[in-house]
């Protein structure tokens, strides 16, 4: 069974001060892993798709990197905007259609 | 360019109504997804659709739940004899075709409760 861990649960930061967030995944095949970012009372937003291990990718102050066991999301000198709930999701490979399989979030606040 | 849009975006019924939750996709996209997000929760994936078929129905968790899609696009989810550990976010999700290479844009949810 395809598995997603998301840790820390919840991180406080103040603004300017640097940190990742952790996603460790178990799947057959991956097919692909997804960062989303959710603001509260809305639909997750897509940030980033990672397909092989090695593989980073950027926006603004975010950035994604993968390994054959984990995805860190990495956050320079976040800003208060950047609170929300970063959700991580893989696409495993098989008859999954698609379907992704979510870990439960790191809430992530900054104190301005 | 309109997005996912989901109605109604709050609902609220008794133990043992039935409720239908509506999701129109964007336009020209052929997969549509249904998530359920439970408080406190990640998404725990439901029913997926390409075109109006459902080649995969594995996350509902009961036959009190289906769904159908209709002319390639709206979509319903009807919970039947609703129960109180029903209450959740609903979320419908779209994607250009099925697949990893294939982003899914996320509706803004159906906020469900039973009393």
């Known amino acids: 069974e395809d598995q997603v861990t998301q840790s820390p649960e919840a991180l406080r930061l103040q603004e300017g001060e640097s940190s990742s967030l952790n996603c460790s995944y178990t799947v057959s095949g991956l097919r692909g892993l997804f960062w989303y970012r959710q603001d509260p009372g809305k639909g997750p937003e897509f940030l980033f798709t990672?397909?092989?291990a090695g593989e980073e990718k950027e926006k603004e102050r975010l950035k994604a990197t993968l390994t054959k066991k984990e995805s860190f999301l990495h956050i320079t000198a976040p800003k208060p905007e950047d609170s929300a709930t970063y959700l991580c999701?893989?696409?495993?490979?098989?008859?999954?259609?698609?379907?992704?399989?979510f870990g439960q979030g790191t809430i992530l606040t900054v104190h301005p | 360019g309109a997005g996912v849009s989901q109605s109604p975006s709050n609902k609220v019924t008794e133990k043992g109504k039935d409720v239908e939750l509506r999701c129109d996709p964007i336009?020209?996209?052929?997969?549509l997804y249904w998530y359920r997000q439970r408080l406190g929760q990640g998404l725990e994936f439901l029913i997926y659709f390409q075109g109006n078929s459902a080649p995969d129905k594995s996350g509902l968790p009961s036959d009190r739940f289906s769904a159908e899609r209709t002319g390639g696009s709206v979509s319903t989810l009807t919970i039947q004899r609703t129960q109180q550990e029903d209450s959740a976010v609903y979320l419908c999700?779209?994607?250009?075709?099925?697949?990893?290479?294939?982003?899914?844009?996320f509706g803004p949810g159906t906020r469900l409760t039973v009393l």
């Open positions: 999700a779209s994607s250009l075709a099925w697949g990893s290479y294939n982003e899914q844009f």
């Open positions: 336009s020209g996209h052929t997969a």
């Open positions: 999701a893989v696409h495993a490979g098989g008859t999954s259609y698609g379907k992704l399989t």
């Open positions: 990672l397909y092989s």
